[in-house]
Each structure stands twice: as C-alpha cells, then as structure tokens.
C-alpha cells in the first residue's frame, strides 16, 4: 500500500492546495479525505501510482457528474476507472450497529482484490470527548485481529480493532493530537468479476 496524505503541500508540486471536485473554495487539503482515501484505494486495486489531483482531472475529464460540488459520488468515479464501488450496499450506521464488523471483513475479503473505505466518526481527542466529526480512511487489510487502514490525514497507516472497529491516529505532537476513530459505515470497492459466457 501507498500511502497518500491528503494535504500534500511539498514543493515537488503537492495537491492540497487544489479545488476538490466543483467547488470553488474547498480544496483536497481541507477536506478531500474522501477522495484521497479512493485514490489510494484505485492505486492498490489497479497496481498504479495515480496523485489524487491528476487522477481528480483524469476522472472529471470523463463524467463531470463523479462530483457534485466537492462530494464525490463514489460509483460513478469508480466505473470511470473501471471498478466497482458498492454505494448501494454501504452501511451507514450507529457506532455499535452489530453489522458492521462483518461488514467491514466482508469488504475485505469477498472478492478477490477489493478494499473498504470507512466512514469514521471523529472523536476529539483520546478521552472520549465530543464527535468531532465524519471523516474517510481506507481499510485494505486484516491480520492478527487488526484491520490495516490507510489514514489520508497522516498519510500513515493505522488499525482498528476487529470487534469494536475502533482505532487511534495520532495527527500531531501535541497532547490533543491523537484522534480515536469509530467506524460508522463502510463503502467496499472492488475489481470487476470476470464474465461467465
């Protein structure tokens, strides 16, 4: 796996400073984690080393629909690159819903090349305070116990348990820079199955 940070401002030409999808304001940066969690997860599925802006042009270019503003609309970018993406099937749920661990191993493991984006919740900080909102990682692997999550905000890995599907990112130094994320749905993307003719 390559690990992609979402706000790669490098001085070899990084892509956080630029527009995400439609918007005029928003950029990958701010708040692109979704979109630089599907590039990862097209590299890993495609074998390819895509940056998240040119593969950003590269799929606009082709369906102008695969965002409305900035959200992405996953199955759609998905089919322009030629993979699937099961928006139909993702599991938008409670913290806790008893489905989605199995879900998530499910993503993982049913085809033979897939991965699993997850909507996390946030919390601020590791003590259990307040949500401090949705944010995107990719799961792409499960061993020991612990599913493998690429975290675009880091740009490192990080794991969740694979009972409570909960985890910790550390984001900075500083003492509130660990985040304690909750899975709250899942998103699986996967290769195409072969044709039976």
């Not at 590791?126 to 499960?142: K, M, Q, R, T, V």
């Not at 890995?157 to 820079?177: F, Q």
């Amino acid at each position: 796996m390559k690990f992609l940070k979402q706000n790669d401002l490098s001085a070899q030409g990084g892509w956080g400073g630029t527009l995400l999808g439609h918007s005029a304001t928003t950029t990958i940066g701010r708040a692109g984690c979704f979109w630089v969690a599907f590039t990862m997860a097209v590299n890993e599925l495609l074998r390819q080393d895509n940056r998240p802006d040119t593969l950003q042009h590269f799929v606009l270019a082709k369906d102008p629909n695969t965002f409305k503003s900035s959200m992405l609309v996953a199955e759609r970018a998905a089919r322009v690159v030629g993979l699937v993406c099961l928006e139909s099937e993702r599991l938008r749920a409670a913290v806790g819903d008893p489905r989605l661990p199995d879900r998530v191993l499910a993503g993982l493991g049913l085809e033979p090349r897939s991965v699993c984006i997850l909507h996390v919740d946030l919390d601020r900080d590791i003590l259990g305070g307040d949500s401090e909102g949705d944010h995107f990682i990719l799961a792409y692997a499960w061993r020991n116990g612990g599913i493998e999550c690429a975290d675009p905000a880091t740009g490192r890995i990080c794991i969740l348990d694979d009972r409570t599907l909960k985890g910790d990112s550390v984001w900075n130094t500083t003492a509130s820079g660990t985040k304690r994320f909750s899975v709250v749905g899942t998103i699986p993307i996967h290769l195409p199955c072969a044709s039976v003719s």
